[in-house]
């Protein structure tokens, strides 16, 4: 009787095991704070969109686990000879999820598609000249001048099934209404879409006839967007889910206390930075400067370098995560200036010495503004940063505002002095270089986040050399002096990298990719 | 009776289009849509040309007209973040914010009405002072606060309960409900709890106040005179009259429990509509703010009228007067 019992109880616990067991190596939970918007791959040029998409769809090029550039769609590629552009010779025996067959009719129609007005990704395609079918599996894009960089350019630039998209009404990205990629999807990559419910649930399934390896065990993953930071946590706690992104600095020690949770860490490649007005003739936010600007004078804004003090920020906000940035962006980024990798020293008494030099011994006073929901800790670090420069007399009318109502205050140039956070999207360094460092040109398409209006004419001049330069040596030297000339002028005060902070259950393995983009193809559940 | 009703029906509308209005005004300090539509590097001339495209440069009367027209005519337009129609995602989203607040107002009626009665028939027990003090700390509390704890308690530390979403629904015609499935219990309890706390509190302090009140009346004590039965006197007589401000306010509440869902929503992920609402703010998504705004004003007008009615279903004094 008593053995009986003992057996049954046995039996039970064994399928509880087992139960829990195969549970947890079919589906796997995931949260974000942010849903994506929608499943077109070329309406909306946003990192949770495209990280998304990235599982579902594929680009003729991909980023590895390090970030650098391999094969996808495309198994190879090389330069043009006698023209500029470059040929990508396509994967042959790849096949969309619905059955129909890949080929370079499919990148033609994709790059129309992404390269229309209604696309928000079109920029992409700024160097391209024009897109010639060769064969089936073989393509050339033609670009305006020699463009090194364009592979690594189009890392993201997901392809379509041109019968698919022209059957369903798709052939275009929505722009007013909605239309059937908006909702469905039809790509090569690892996962396909199982069903979407739109800011609650959507749930992505394997695609079986994949052409690469799998190196997942995933059966079915479920992701949930959870805009509350505290509410995401306690799902990850009580193991309703298995991974979320990201978690909040303040929560990692709760999830290392905890058994059976663990804490990925790493570097995003976002560098936080503070600009300045260049261009601004007299301060706006100033109770005692009036008809002058400061910041105009170098030596004002070196002070402002040297009154920063990282150590501290580091140690008190970000619990030792960060790392100091000398440039725009982090080292191991391509173009990196290792020349220059100096960031100004922490001196407040250097910093006053400027000051008194410059006309002002006693200091001014000036407006900062901050959003305070972009990035990490971002309006307590620059709280920090105002007492920091309040030390040396520069005192700052700190104002901060959610990052919907920040983007229009700096186009209409209403600051003194702001914080900007970058991501160069082409991971080299001529991203930034183009977006924030070149004197704003609409007509040329630079500049355009470049909000205080810094400009350099050797700067601008060195700008089409970095981009068309095919020698590697030739080209840093280029970079920089970029680098060399901007840390002179201090166009911009490059603070930090921003940490990348991610938690996950112990039992799953996954790569946490400097982009911050979450990819499930390698993702183990054991 | 009808005319009362369509009387009433017509002057929503009127408050509807206030609101609108006044909605309107606010939105352009929200923030720039154009920005949060865009990727980094899209080109002003782009965003320029969106902007155009989405009538954000017309003068304000312009876009309001465009907004109250379309409306008028059954197009509640598409939402900028997700190109999907407003209408169709904002009713998709009705069923969980009206079963929440429906379960949260009768979490708060089983509890508050008998836990009223009891402490007004024992003013000076130590129970009553115990529950009284409770609910004074459980009413002090931010919603969201009580939110997290429950969190922590319910779904961290015990795992008795889910943290966020719905759990399993069930859909029923065009309605996707959670109150058919164990599963859809259980997620719903703690929001529902989070969200009652306050009208808890609420109605067990009204019914307390005025039942003393009414137990202190001259015809209770004829009653008690008369040797009528104390349970007959306190819960058919006293009780009665009690509830016909306490039906008042519990009423005209609840359109305020449907508006503010938003912060028990959003701690609880849970896919109503106040948590679109939250979302659309984010991303500035005017026409999805528009019309949600517009529908809580129209919840508001239908609240106060269910409750003109029900006032006089309970007063029989109101129904004399009707006929007359």
């Known amino acids: 009787m008593k053995m009986r019992i003992l057996s049954n109880s046995a039996l039970v616990s064994g399928a509880i095991l087992l139960g829990v067991a195969s549970a947890s190596a079919e589906s796997f939970k995931w949260a974000s704070n942010t849903d994506p918007q929608t499943m077109d791959p070329h309406a909306v040029n946003s990192a949770p969109v495209l990280s998304f998409l990235n599982n579902i769809y594929e680009g003729l090029v991909r980023r590895n686990q390090g970030m650098s550039i391999e094969g996808s769609l495309a198994e190879s590629w090389e330069p043009l000879t006698g023209e500029d552009g470059w040929r990508f010779n396509l994967r042959p025996g790849v096949t969309f999820q619905n059955g129909a067959a890949f080929t370079a009719e499919d990148v033609m129609f994709s790059y129309e598609r992404a390269s229309n007005e209604a696309a928000d990704v079109r920029s992409w395609f700024a160097p391209v000249s024009e897109v010639r079918v060769v064969d089936d599996y073989t393509i050339d894009f033609l670009t305006k001048a020699p463009n090194p960089l364009f592979p690594d350019s189009i890392a993201n630039f997901m392809i379509l099934d041109k019968g698919w998209a022209e059957a369903n009404g798709a052939e275009l990205p929505a722009r007013d209404a909605e239309n059937f990629a908006t909702m469905n999807v039809n790509g090569t990559g690892a996962f396909t879409l199982a069903s979407r419910d739109p800011g609650v649930k959507t749930v992505l399934i394997p695609n079986a006839g994949w052409w690469g390896e799998v190196e997942h065990n995933i059966t079915e993953a479920t992701f949930t967007p959870i805009g509350n930071a505290a509410t995401g946590l306690a799902a990850l706690l009580s193991g309703e889910i298995d991974f979320i992104q990201p978690i909040p600095l303040q929560d990692v020690a709760q999830v290392e206390s905890r058994d059976g949770f663990k804490v990925l860490e790493g570097e995003e490649t976002r560098v936080i930075m503070f600009g300045f007005g260049h261009e601004h003739d007299e301060l706006l936010y100033s109770s005692d400067v009036s008809g002058s600007n400061p910041f105009q004078d170098v030596r004002v804004r070196q002070a402002a370098g040297h009154a920063i003090d990282i150590a501290s920020i580091d140690r008190v906000l970000f619990r030792g995560k960060i790392e100091g940035a000398s440039q725009l962006v982090p080292a191991g980024i391509s173009g990196y200036s290792e020349a220059n990798s100096d960031r100004p020293a922490y001196d407040p008494e250097k910093a006053k010495s400027l000051l008194a030099e410059a006309g002002y011994p006693d200091g001014f006073s000036f407006g900062l503004k901050c959003p305070n929901d972009r990035y990490i800790n971002d309006e307590a670090l620059c709280r920090a940063a105002a007492s920091m420069f309040a030390a040396v007399g520069m005192n700052a009318e700190l104002s901060t505002g959610p990052v919907r109502d920040y983007w229009p205050q700096l186009r209409e140039d209403s600051f003194d002095m702001y914080l900007l956070g970058w991501s160069p999207g082409t991971f080299d360094m001529e991203h930034p270089i183009r977006f924030l460092m070149s004197t704003p040109n609409s007509e040329k398409k630079l500049g355009s986040w470049n909000f205080g209006g810094y400009s350099n004419a050797r700067v601008d001049e060195l700008l089409p050399g970095i981009q068309r330069e095919v020698d590697p040596a030739a080209r840093q030297a280029m970079v920089d002096e970029v680098v060399a000339i901007t840390q002179a002028e201090v166009a911009y005060i490059p603070l930090y990298t921003q940490p990348l902070i991610w938690a996950a259950k112990d039992n799953v393995a996954m790569t946490q990719r400097a982009d911050n983009f979450f990819m499930l193809r390698w993702v183990t559940v054991n | ?324």
């Open chain 2, 1 to 324: 009776m009808t005319y009362f009703i369509l009387k009433r029906l017509i002057q929503s509308v009127f408050v509807m289009i206030a609101v609108a209005f006044l909605a309107f005004s606010l939105f352009r300090f929200v923030g720039d849509p154009i920005t949060q539509m865009t990727g980094v590097e899209t080109s002003i001339e782009d965003q320029e040309r969106l902007r155009e495209e989405l009538g954000l440069n017309d003068p304000f009367v312009v876009q309001f007209a465009r907004f109250i027209g379309d409306m008028l005519q059954g197009d509640f337009g598409y939402s900028y973040r997700t190109r999907q129609p407003v209408g169709e995602m904002i009713s998709s989203r009705i069923p969980a914010t009206l079963e929440l607040g429906i379960v949260a107002l009768f979490i708060s009626l089983l509890v508050g009405i008998p836990t009223g009665v009891f402490t007004a028939l024992r003013p000076r027990g130590f129970a009553t002072q115990t529950i009284l003090m409770t609910t004074l700390v459980g009413v002090s509390i931010p919603t969201f606060v009580i939110g997290i704890i429950l969190i922590f308690l319910f779904g961290v530390q015990l795992g008795w309960l889910p943290t966020f979403g719905r759990g399993g629904t069930v859909q029923i015609g065009g309605w996707e409900s959670s109150l058919f499935t164990i599963d859809g219990w259980r997620a719903l309890l703690l929001p529902a709890i989070t969200l009652g706390v306050y009208q808890l509190t609420l109605t067990m302090r009204l019914v307390r106040a005025e039942m003393m009140e009414v137990l202190r009346s001259d015809y209770i004590r004829f009653g008690m005179a008369r040797g009528v039965p104390m349970r007959s006197l306190y819960f058919k007589h006293a009780l009665a009259n009690t509830l016909v401000p306490v039906i008042t306010i519990i009423g005209l509440q609840f359109g305020g429990v449907i508006a503010f869902s938003i912060v028990t929503e959003s701690v609880f992920q849970w896919p109503g509509m106040g948590l679109l609402f939250l979302e659309s703010i984010r991303f500035v998504d005017i026409p999805v703010m528009g019309v949600y705004l517009v529908v809580i004003a129209f919840f508001f007008v239908l609240v106060n009228l269910i409750v003109d009615l029900l006032y006089v279903a309970i007063d029989p004094r109101l129904r004399v007067k009707d006929t007359s």
